[in-house]
């Protein structure tokens, strides 16, 4: 069936937690980094939901998602009695049961509407995306919320908490300068057009998984199935957050060049027709100096350079709502403009997950608050 609707990005909205956590503060809970360890990861500040200094849990990913969805809902001037369609993307709900999605929508204060939750980190926003443009592009929904939010910090805070700082292992700080919390949300709305709405190059998608066979780049470990509870108990930590640094910086990149150019391919634009490329990490050392060795060449590197779209620097690396955070920075600073083509790209390390969709804007920037 061709798709009727026209769909379009209204907004945006985004949510970070408490006040920035600098580097100089998180010294002193966890120990410091090399320098040129610092430079590399590039991130100065992240927001965390918990209070560094104890551990507590100060809101959760659920209220985040709230008040970035609330946010995004004010800026289009629409209430949440507007929204039939919730797509959330989370690593880190509050329950395996019920999804969060429904926690969100009980939040909003909607007695009835869709909701889906995607359980995934960086690539589920702009799978979150995909599942909810189809759906409003078929009239199946009118006006859909997707939200990315992410709660990392509870993970972090076991590192440090009642330890001396000089004794944090240095692959465990490499971890707690890397992540941050928050919420971001994107509001779409579908019109009837009596005809097919379809264009190439709008709203195309990819989507691939390129680590079947290898080892994981990322894994979060307990509070699942894997081995009796009591057993999990035994554990040195009942959850923990293990990374594979030399798999991600190897392969991170050829997963990232593949993405570009399949999505190039999808779409049927040119590089040089993409004006933005919303790639969180897109600028970290330790992720873009191997883009060339990938198979990316020096001069598509270069066009690259002034077009990625990135706040890694401000909030660090926020799973899920990476995207969507990276996107209403853009949006908001005037970065991003009407009639220009972006490209929303999400890398997940966990099983090398790639995905991404193309998207030309229309919403004005928002007005100052």
């Given at each position: 069936?061709?798709?009727?609707?026209?769909?379009?990005?209204?907004?945006?909205?985004?949510?970070?937690?408490?006040?920035?956590?600098?580097?100089?503060?998180?010294?002193?809970?966890?120990?410091?980094?090399?320098?040129?360890?610092?430079?590399?990861?590039?991130?100065?500040?992240?927001?965390?939901?918990?209070?560094?200094?104890?551990?507590?849990?100060?809101?959760?990913?659920?209220?985040?998602?709230?008040?970035?969805?609330?946010?995004?809902?004010?800026?289009?001037?629409?209430?949440?009695?507007?929204?039939?369609?919730?797509?959330?993307?989370?690593?880190?709900?509050?329950?395996?049961?019920?999804?969060?999605?429904?926690?969100?929508?009980?939040?909003?204060?909607?007695?009835?509407?869709?909701?889906?939750?995607?359980?995934?980190?960086?690539?589920?926003?702009?799978?979150?995306?995909?599942?909810?443009?189809?759906?409003?592009?078929?009239?199946?929904?009118?006006?859909?919320?997707?939200?990315?939010?992410?709660?990392?910090?509870?993970?972090?805070?076991?590192?440090?908490?009642?330890?001396?700082?000089?004794?944090?292992?240095?692959?465990?700080?490499?971890?707690?300068?890397?992540?941050?919390?928050?919420a971001g949300a994107v509001l779409l709305r579908a019109e009837p057009t009596g005809e097919a709405a379809g264009v190439q190059g709008e709203f195309a998608f990819v989507n691939d998984c390129m680590g079947g066979l290898r080892k994981p780049g990322m894994q979060i470990i307990g509070g699942g199935t894997d081995v009796a509870q009591a057993e999990q108990h035994r554990r040195k930590r009942l959850l923990e957050m293990k990374i594979d640094v030399p798999g991600t910086s190897t392969f991170g990149p050829k997963v990232f060049v593949t993405a570009i150019h399949d999505l190039l391919r999808r779409s049927g634009w040119s590089l040089d027709e993409v004006d933005a490329l919303v790639l969180p990490e897109g600028n970290a050392e330790y992720f873009s100096s191997e883009f060339e060795e990938a198979g990316l060449s020096a001069a598509d590197y270069e066009t690259l350079q002034g077009r990625i779209v990135e706040n890694l620097t401000e909030v660090g690396a926020t799973g899920s709502a990476a995207v969507p955070l990276s996107l209403d920075a853009g949006w908001v600073s005037g970065r991003i403009r009407p009639g220009q083509r972006l490209f929303l790209l999400g890398i997940e390390a966990s099983r090398y997950v790639y995905t991404g969709l193309s998207v030309t804007w229309h919403a004005q920037a928002p007005r100052a608050a």
């Amino acid at each position: 069936m061709s798709d009727t609707h026209l769909v379009k990005i209204l907004s945006t909205g985004a949510y970070l937690p408490g006040d920035p956590l600098d580097n100089a503060a998180l010294e002193k809970l966890g120990g410091p980094l090399p320098d040129d360890v610092l430079a590399g990861i590039q991130v100065k500040t992240r927001h965390w939901m918990v209070d560094p200094a104890t551990g507590e849990h100060l809101t959760t990913t659920s209220r985040m998602a709230e008040s970035a969805a609330r946010q995004a809902l004010d800026r289009a001037g629409l209430e949440p009695g507007d929204v039939d369609l919730l797509v959330v993307s989370t690593a880190s709900p509050e329950h395996l049961l019920p999804n969060v999605a429904t926690t969100v929508q009980h939040y909003l204060g909607l007695e009835r509407c869709a909701a889906i939750e995607v359980r995934a980190g960086c690539a589920g926003a702009v799978q979150a995306l995909d599942i909810a443009r189809r759906q409003l592009a078929d009239g199946t929904a009118r006006t859909a919320l997707v939200i990315g939010s992410e709660s990392i910090s509870p993970l972090l805070a076991p590192i440090y908490l009642g330890k001396d700082p000089q004794s944090v292992r240095m692959r465990d700080r490499l971890t707690l300068y890397t992540f941050g919390d928050g919420a971001g949300a994107v509001l779409l709305r579908a019109e009837p057009t009596g005809e097919a709405a379809g264009v190439q190059g709008e709203f195309a998608f990819v989507n691939d998984c390129m680590g079947g066979l290898r080892k994981p780049g990322m894994q979060i470990i307990g509070g699942g199935t894997d081995v009796a509870q009591a057993e999990q108990h035994r554990r040195k930590r009942l959850l923990e957050m293990k990374i594979d640094v030399p798999g991600t910086s190897t392969f991170g990149p050829k997963v990232f060049v593949t993405a570009i150019h399949d999505l190039l391919r999808r779409s049927g634009w040119s590089l040089d027709e993409v004006d933005a490329l919303v790639l969180p990490e897109g600028n970290a050392e330790y992720f873009s100096s191997e883009f060339e060795e990938a198979g990316l060449s020096a001069a598509d590197y270069e066009t690259l350079q002034g077009r990625i779209v990135e706040n890694l620097t401000e909030v660090g690396a926020t799973g899920s709502a990476a995207v969507p955070l990276s996107l209403d920075a853009g949006w908001v600073s005037g970065r991003i403009r009407p009639g220009q083509r972006l490209f929303l790209l999400g890398i997940e390390a966990s099983r090398y997950v790639y995905t991404g969709l193309s998207v030309t804007w229309h919403a004005q920037a928002p007005r100052a608050a």
